[in-house]
Nanobody
Framework: QVQLVESGGGLVQAGGSLRLSCAAS????????MGWFRQAPGKEREFVAA????????YYADSVKGRFTISRDNAKNTVYLQMNSLKPEDTAVYYC???????????????WGQGTQVTVSS
């Protein structure tokens, strides 16, 4: 069982930045692929970014490519999402997720956090 706790969300103006963190429990964090997803009101949950267990491979949705960066610190059991040049359409609840198998960009993750709200004002 893996527990994930997101933090770092908040209210920011368009063009601003936020860094989300996701702290994971368990001694095998370094073997998990990790992903960030988001869900805006009235919309489906969507993929944002993912990172392989080693951190050597990263993947991004086209809508955030060049603005968001996913990274991980396996010594701290934490994955991060640095979000720059934020836009109002980035407003959503952001979730981190863990997967015990190869990294994917779909919703097929084994464990999910509770989410953190990100609101970008225009």
């Amino acid at each position: 069982q893996v527990q994930l706790v997101e933090s770092g969300g908040g209210l920011v103006q368009a063009g601003g930045s936020l860094r989300l963190s996701c702290a994971a429990s368990g001694r095998t964090f370094s073997s998990y692929a990790m992903g960030w997803f988001r869900q805006a009101p009235g919309k489906e949950r969507e993929f944002v970014a993912a990172i392989s267990w080693s951190g050597s491979n990263t993947y991004y949705a086209d809508s955030v490519k060049g603005r968001f960066t996913i990274s991980r610190d396996n010594a701290k059991n934490t994955v991060y999402l640095q979000m720059n040049s934020l836009k109002p359409e980035d407003t959503a609840v952001y979730y981190c997720a863990a997967r015990s198998e190869v990294v994917v960009t779909t919703l097929e993750y084994d464990w999910w956090g509770q989410g953190t709200q990100v609101t970008v004002s225009s």
